[in-house]
T-cell receptor, first 113, second 112 residues
Framework: EAGVTQFPSHSVIEKGQTVTLRCDPI?????LYWYRRVMGKEIKFLLH????????ESGMPNNRFLAERTGGTYSTLKVQPAELEDSGVYFC???????????FGSGTQLSVL | GENVEQHPSTLSVQEGDSAVIKCTYS??????FPWYKQELGKRPQLIID?????GEKKDQRIAVTLNKTAKHFSLHITETQPEDSAVYFC???????????FGGGTRLMVKP
């Protein structure tokens, strides 16, 4: 079974630019989550999709962040325009409906200069 | 909302010693408490979890204890080995896997 995959693994951009992160969950996993870890701090929840619907987006920092999951398969997280404080590791995770174990991707290390 | 505090932030032990990482949570509705291990450059992976109807769970060298009254839970690693070196995250949630709130992480270093 293929794991959760994220692309790119690293992204270095300048303040004001746009970046789009992609996550491919494990096939069959309806739940997809985005998390972020800012340097040395906790892994913080951003949002949760159930299939193509946003179940909970209470963790999204502001309207510069836009997440989509068209068709209920892969998801994208776009940051536009990026700010310095957006730097961190963005993790995607997925699991089945009612599933306990959360499967993480390897993360995207985003550096905004 | 839920708030999870994790201590210590770094922990250094000699190979063979035990390591204990502690977490507290604030929401009494939380009933699921997983622990994730993230090795350098790799993804976080679930190593053990516990539900609130259980006080302790053990899997070989790792164990987790839960005190619902005090709202704290701990990870215990016995006979530590260098490959246990990693960042460990505790988390709390009120539905399995959904909307987990994570602690700040503990960097464990096991010195040979």
């Amino acid at each position: 079974e293929a794991g959760v995959t994220q692309f790119p693994s690293h992204s270095v951009i300048e303040k004001g630019q746009t970046v789009t992160l992609r996550c491919d969950p494990i096939s069959g996993h309806d739940n997809l989550y985005w998390y972020r870890r800012v340097m040395g701090k906790e892994i913080k929840f951003l949002l949760h999709f159930v299939k193509e619907s946003k179940q909970d987006e209470s963790g999204m920092p502001n309207n510069r962040f836009l997440a989509e999951r068209t068709g209920g398969t892969y998801s994208t997280l776009k940051v536009q325009p990026a700010e310095l404080e957006d730097s961190g590791v963005y993790f995607c995770a997925s699991n089945r409906q009612g599933g306990e174990k959360l499967f993480f991707g390897s993360g995207t290390q985003l550096s905004v200069l | 909302g839920e708030n999870v505090e994790q201590h210590p932030s770094t922990l250094s032990v000699q190979e063979g010693d035990s390591a204990v990482i502690k977490c507290t949570y604030s929401d009494s509705a939380s009933n699921y408490f997983p622990w994730y291990k993230q090795e350098l450059g790799k993804r976080p992976q679930l190593i053990i979890d516990i539900r609130s109807n259980v006080g302790e769970k053990k899997d070989q060298r790792i164990a987790v204890t839960l005190n619902k009254t005090a709202k704290h839970f701990s990870l215990h690693i016995t006979e530590t080995q260098p490959e246990d070196s990693a960042v460990y995250f505790c988390a709390a949630g009120n539905n399995a896997g959904n909307m987990l709130t994570f602690g700040g992480g503990t960097r464990l270093m096991v010195k040979p």
